[in-house]
């Protein structure tokens, strides 16, 4: 893979340095464009340049790929009014014409998401742009086994051309390989002939590359894997972050350490798909602790594109999934691969020491994907796990009823429970029927969850000690 | 000045009684909670014979301040007055004592207490009409206030204000609220004190002992030019200023006349006549005794008329990621026997004891208690579990009732009472149903009265179904709150007519 990383201008890092020999503050100066803003130094944001996006080449098909991809997994929704709830097409529009712009080429979306909207939504965004400008992603989605006989799948599939609004497409993904084990594998792509079917799909151009996403048993990972001689992967989508790099199992027991998973890929030449390089989010909403040792190492940058750099500075990874719901995220992912200021050894070891302190804050590892959603009993399972969670990193978790700031933690904690899940979606409400278990990529035993979060709740609210 | 001090006195009370209904915190509570019990019916219902006699002392002496200062629905009628005095100066006018309405009310009154016409005695006694008022006008918008409070706390991520459901709990007692505070405002906008002084059943009583109070207004005929400013200044309507004699029955000792006569004319003053009246204070203590009638073992019959409407939730099928599934509102069952609060002992001695002042129902954090739309209970406080159930930490309502209708010492004493039992409907049950196994109302019950059995016997297998101990059922609901059937659970609450301690 020809890495495209070079002459790259730290602007950042040479801005620092002039700004702390200057009079004038440093943080100031560091925020001007010596453009534009040179003579002002009013605002702190650079302008994003539009021609310094990092690209990799895919190996197999000369792909020219930008480092950030764009995942439409959480595309925006409309907040208020009617049609509150469904896709708002004019943001998607402007987010996906702006990261055009800005040189993001690679656009990844499934039949599944975002209540199976999110097709057509990408579809209508880049349809207003020329062909060639754009690589777009889709999958062959496993979550109902109603989807799993051949007419269903074929339907799937040619449903996806027409949403999308193409007549090929650049790389079609086998989803979420790995859940359910070798069972649900054989039984959704092998059994029924599909993947047969795609292998044929790409000999006749309907399908640029082909690979797979990759969650939960190993087993799998490793099978598809042996069979690269016969299928030719042209990439697999892995998720890989600072934490999951060599921490996966103490943050989930059934996944695996990406450091394994991206080393296996390189020793057969794939290139990597990064997805969760965020872990959901977890890594920009941070515990306050680690927030402020990741601002001083670097006062200007985002929490969130320490994460970025971390998984665009391998150089066997394609492109950066970043599910981006609104600009602020767009910009912020921007400037940090417009270029990539790759990490150095000694950030690295900074990561891995950041690694570890947040596995010392218990949160329950919920990325917000959805795939559990919606309960059939009207729950929101991923509401209740993020608010559990962002109590644990603002410290509104009383660890003991008689800790010193119990009082006014115990309110923090019911007061934006209620404000974050109505009433009737809360934890109480989960019966138990465990139909989201299987959904979840992260493999979180929800109902037990619930039911420990339902607890805790029950402890606050009656005051009983604990 | 003794009217400034009556008018400050009477802010001060209004605004305090007014907060207790408004304040769904709790934190008024603690502090001006005695301020509902010193109200003279709630006072007497609640057999407190200290406050009654205290309050008959406090007529002896002064007058009727209790209807100037301390009745809030008095208090809010001079607002009234007020108001239309702005409108129209020396509007008011003297007349006689409309004696045969005034007694036939009070009479009627009596013998509702007497009979148990709980909805008769709350329509008129004067702190449930202005309990009920509050409740339901006032505490809409000022919890509406809060709402946008909360609105901006939450964007300034604080949490000192949170957002609470608005909610109608009763058609009729709003329709009744609404209707008492038009026709009251009118009719002291126009003519003052009238209802006080012809319908109110408390003002009748004080009456009597107000003829003979200590301190009282007199004219002084030798200053008086007989302008009539005196009387056409009073809003009780008792000042016959040409024979210079005041009905001293329907005085409310405001103090207004003092001021407006010119002449200096009118005083406030001891009585000069040397009747022996200390002697005549009686103590009123007619609460009746609980009600002990034995209950006899209700027999519950299918509850058909109740499952034919019912259709339990749907398990839908997974296609896509993300939304929310609808969920449908709770509907209220039809229950047999109406459930009342933990520590209100059954249904005899709560509809003896309870004058509907809303009070309880303000203060339910849990959206448990409305009031009753029955005829002979109407504006009574009920539970319902639609919106949520009886917690275990909670005793708001035995904290806030000033008749002692509900009294409870602690939450351990309330989660010894049996106000109810729960009753499983097989036709709703999720596990026979939609086939998911489900263990809500088992998982929930604080007293352990529920547990998860097989539906067949013979089948370790089937889907596994509730089994109630009603010996150990307390009635809070939770099972029917958190039953995920809609709009009918599957398990509900029917009352008990007498409360049982375990």
Redesign the interface.
Known sequence: MKNEDKNIIDRREFLRRLGTGAAVSALALAGCDPKKNAAAGLTAAEEIPTDSMTFRTNPTSDDRVSLLGYGC?RLPEVQEGESK?EIDQEQVNRLVDYAIEHGVNYFDTS??????FSERATGIALSRHPREKFFVATKLSN??P??WSREASMAMYRKSFKELRVDYIDYMLLHGIGMGGMEAFEGRYVRNGMLDFLLDERRAGRIRNLGFSYHGDIEVFDYLLSQHDRCKWDFVQIQLNYVDWRHAKEVNARNTDAEYLYSELQRRGIPAIIMEPLLGGRLSRVHNHIAAKLKQRRPDASVASWAFRFAGSFPGVLTVLSGMTYMEHLQDNLRTYAPLDPLTDDDRGFLEETAQALLRYPTIPCND???C??????L?IPGILLHFNKCINEGHMPSSSRDANYAAAR??FL??Y??SVP???QA????????CVH?CPQGIDIPAQM?RIDHFVEDL???REF | MLRKIRITLAAACFTLVTLLFLDFTGTIHAWFGWLAKIQFLPALLAAEVGVVAGLVLLTLLFGRVYCSVICPLGVMQDGFGWLGRRSKRNRYSWSPAVKRLRYGALALFIAAIAAKAGSLVALLAPYSAYGRIAQNIFAPLWQAGNNVLAYLAERADSYAFYTVDIWIRSAATFAVAAATLVGLGILAWRNGRTWCNTVCPVGTVLGFFSRFSLLRPAIDTSKCNGCELCARNCKASCIDSRSHEIDYSRCVACMDCLGKCHKGAISYTLRRSSRDTNATAAEKTTAPAPDTAAMSRRRFLSVTALLAATAAARAQDKHVDGGLAVIEDKKIPARQTRIVPAGAHGLSRFAAHCTGCQLCVAACPNGVLRPSGGVMTLMQPEMSYERGYCRPECTRCAEACPTGAISLADTAEKSSIQIGHAVWVRQNCIPLTAGDSCGNCARHCPSGAITMVLSDPDDPESPKIPAVNTELCIGCGACENLCPARPFSAIYVEGHEVHRTI
């Open positions: 997994m709830g039949p599944a998401y975002c209540k199976g979550f109902s109603s989807t994907c959805k795939y959603m919606p309960c059939p009993y009207g929101d309110k923090a007061v934006g209620d404000r009433r009737l979606r109480d409400r989960c019966i138990g029927c465990n139909r959904h039911q609210k009656q005051g």
